[in-house]
């Protein structure tokens, strides 16, 4: 049973950077794939970004943060990495990092953006990106 928890989170503004963390503690971050959700208000959860930290180097990326956002993997620290860069008001979110249980290569990013909230086995408690002047 991991536990999940999210870091780094604040207020930056348009353009600026500042970086996630999902701390996975109680299990080896190399059995589970990564992804992060975010929920603006008045908006359904959505998949931002995957990582399959045990098998296949798959990283995927909403369209909408393509090229400004960067997920990755420390199994040393067993921390996963958001990166986000040029942040856009449209960013301004409560993101979620969650975690699913992989036994062979994952498949967890293959279906990220389609079933991933089922898909999900556990779930960090989130942390709040605004994104303002």
């Known amino acids: 049973q991991p536990q999940l928890v999210e870091s780094g989170g604040g207020l930056v503004q348009p353009g600026g950077s500042l970086r996630l963390s999902c701390e996975v503690s109680g299990a080896a971050l190399d059995d589970y794939s990564i992804g992060w959700f975010r929920q603006a208000p008045g908006k359904i959860r959505e998949g931002v970004s995957c990582i399959s930290s045990s098998g296949g180097g798959i990283t995927e990326y909403r369209d909408s943060v393509k090229g400004r956002f960067t997920i990755s993997s420390d199994n040393a620290k067993n921390t996963v990495y958001l990166q986000m860069n040029n942040a856009k008001p449209e960013d301004t979110a409560v993101y979620y990092c969650?975690?699913?249980?992989?036994?062979?290569?994952?498949?967890?990013?293959?279906?990220?953006?389609?079933?991933?909230?089922?898909?999900?086995?556990?779930w960090g408690q989130g942390t709040q990106v605004t994104v303002s002047p």
């Open positions: 969650a975690a699913r249980r992989e036994y062979y290569a994952g498949t967890y990013c293959f279906s990220f953006f389609s079933l991933g909230e089922e898909r999900t086995d556990y």
